[in-house]
């Protein structure tokens, strides 16, 4: 077992959704006492974009071929699974959005590492300032250079050969992205909570699925 430790919460929402081909988007159930979990809220964001979830517990190349897409979903811990799966799907091209420990694990996987912080909850009421470089894919995506986001991590990343293209004011790594694939990028925070109020939620994972549905 890797270390990486985070923590998430499942919230649900009325879900407005719109017919679509569906999509196979990937997501990397996390282990939960003896069960293995989807966070709610991620299943609700593919089916409202018209995808189907394929929830992946193993390494199974065959399995991962078939996937239009991949969501690495915030958790608890990492494993080296988790890093075979990604490396596939980095070789193979597959568009991939990392989410809070899933970006983190997209970090470490290009020679990152982690340490432990306080929660950011601390830098203020639940959200902090998140500063973008303007040349990045990123930035093309949600059109903006500094925004406000959730804070519910206990780790952070503090080095990767990944692109490094969105951090805190005090200079903690927020957004990475290899500019070199069609979508390869991982976030900090949660997108998906309350997705639809949030406009730059929307414009990234809105320019996730168009990338998966125009590869």
Not at 118 to 142: A, I, M, Q
Not at 182 to 205: A, Y
Request: net charge negative.
């Amino acid at each position: 077992m890797v270390k990486g430790r985070n923590n998430f919460k499942n919230p649900t929402y009325s879900l407005v959704g719109f017919l679509g081909d569906e999509m196979k988007i990937g997501v990397i159930l996390r282990p939960v006492d003896d069960r293995y979990t989807l966070n709610r809220e991620i299943e609700e964001v593919i089916a409202y974009y018209g995808g189907n979830v394929v929830g992946i517990t193993r390494y199974n190349e065959e399995l991962l071929e078939s996937l239009d897409g991949a969501i690495l979903q915030g958790g608890e811990e990492y494993t080296q699974t988790d890093l075979d799966i990604l490396t596939f799907l980095y070789k193979r091209d597959i568009p991939t959005l990392g989410i809070c420990l899933g970006m983190q694990t997209m970090g470490v996987l290009f020679h990152g590492e982690l340490e432990e912080v306080e929660n950011h909850f601390l830098l203020g009421e639940g959200e902090h300032t998140v500063l973008v470089n303007k040349d990045s894919k990123f930035y093309g995506f949600v059109r903006s250079e500094e925004f406000l986001v959730n804070s519910r991590h206990h780790e952070v990343l503090t080095t990767t050969k990944m692109d490094i293209v969105g951090v805190t004011e005090d200079g903690r790594i927020e957004v990475i992205e290899d500019k070199k694939k069609k979508f390869f990028l991982g976030v900090q925070w949660h997108p998906e909570t309350n997705f639809l109020n949030k406009e730059l939620s929307k414009s990234l994972f809105t320019a996730f699925f168009e990338t998966v549905r125009n590869p």
